[in-house]
């Protein structure tokens, strides 16, 4: 299985189970977004959408 920390994974010690949990962060605002209930499906979907095209633009230059 491929894994975007597959190179840094290499420096790191070897578990005895040989498993790693990775726990990032995320923002309150993303979570609310990723677990609305109370958004019909037609606003998650636009909402979602104008998330990932502000990563897609501001993704390298913060």
């Known amino acids: ?11 790191w010690p070897r578990p005895a189970d040989d498993r790693y949990v990775i726990e990032d962060q995320q ?11 109370d958004l019909t499906a037609d606003s998650k979907l636009q909402q979602r959408q104008a998330l990932i095209n502000l990563l897609d633009k501001n ?3 913060g």
């Open 59 to 61: 993704w390298d230059t």
């Open 27 to 37: 923002c309150a605002e993303f979570h609310t977004l990723a677990t609305a209930d």
């Open 1 to 11: 299985a491929s894994s975007p920390w597959a190179e840094e994974s290499k420096l």
